[in-house]
């Protein structure tokens, strides 16, 4: 059952937060949602949609002023890339000292139009 402020309660214990609605988010766009105190990343990606930690583990800048460039979500300050599907750091920063790691990702439901993200 859903609550008011979109969270789904199964026996009180929270499992999915509602993050946005499929119209706020077309194909190639990404926004970034406060959930729980996380800033987490979705995407749409041709209609399927994925989240991910929306902060940079290199740099700390909010994900969500990069690009996605299919599945791969660029970093704007150094340039890391990290698959939105997984999470996983597939691209070092340029031209500065450091890694990135991997970000975790969130498992995304998409049902009457709303989407969800379990965290």
């Known amino acids: 059952m859903y609550t008011r402020n979109g969270q789904l309660s199964i026996g009180g214990t929270l499992v999915k937060m509602m993050a946005c609605l499929t119209s706020d988010l077309p194909p190639g766009s990404m926004i970034s949602v406060d959930i729980l105190g996380h800033t987490v990343l979705v995407a749409n990606v ?3 949609f994925f989240a991910m ?3 940079c583990s290199h740099s ?3 994900l969500v002023k990069g ?3 299919g599945t791969v979500v660029v970093c704007p300050r150094h340039q890391a ?3 939105i599907r997984t999470g996983r750091a597939i691209g070092q920063p340029i031209g500065v000292e450091g890694r ?3 970000l975790r990702s969130y498992p995304v439901e998409v049902r009457g139009g709303c989407v969800t993200v379990d965290i």
């Open 46 to 48: 041709d209609g399927q």
């Open 53 to 55: 930690d929306g902060i």
């Open 60 to 62: 700390l800048a909010m």
């Open 67 to 69: 690009r996605l460039d």
């Open 81 to 83: 890339r990290y698959d």
């Open 100 to 102: 990135a790691h991997d």
